[in-house]
């Protein structure tokens, strides 16, 4: 009786220390990335994709997102969607704007407003969404669709921390300062839990190194 009371206890623990094995690896794999330009910097508010992945929200069940205008700017000035979520754009300034919008994933204008406009907007295309307002020139926002759930944007650091549960992985990334076209994304593969590093093109100029020539000359180099 016993040895089968140990039997019994040896199995259970077992069971125990295997669902805690499934639980962890229910989790997956975690991935870092570090994104910067062409230069070596790096780069904030990169957004970054994974393709593969099945979206696991239905679209009644996404709140409504919110793209501000505050002191003549749209805030945030990146917005990040899912594909059929509602905006809604209040006006918090205490003057009116138009927004706009000609990009391909969703057209449309808010003509000259101030408050709450009558309705939000849906987004029920994929894609990149430049915003501009009709009076004022210097007002540039993004709204970001994405396709997946799965969608990340990098801190100011330019990292960002994926979650896979196996390889390889497909993703894109986009940024709003890059040199391709706004409506391009960047594809890349991702083999192994190793840390990644994605450089993606900017219209961002080199940084100057102020101190070069004086070090130079300093050093009589």
Known sequence: MLERAMQVIAKRRYLLVLGALFSVSAFGNTINLVIKDQHGQVLPNAVV?????????ATGNLPTAVMDQVDKQFSPQLLIVHQGQHV???NSDNIRHHVYSFSQAKPFQLRLYSGQPKEPITFDQQGVVVLGCNIHDSMVGYIYVANSNHVYTSNEQGQIKLQV?????QASIWHSLQTAPLDNKKLFDIESTNPVSIAINTSMPAPRNTFGSQFREGNGQ
Do not use: G, Y
């Open 165 to 169: 549960d196996s390889f390889p992985v």
């Open 88 to 90: 809604n754009f209040p």
């Open 49 to 57: 994709e994974i393709n593969h992945l099945p979206s696991s929200k």
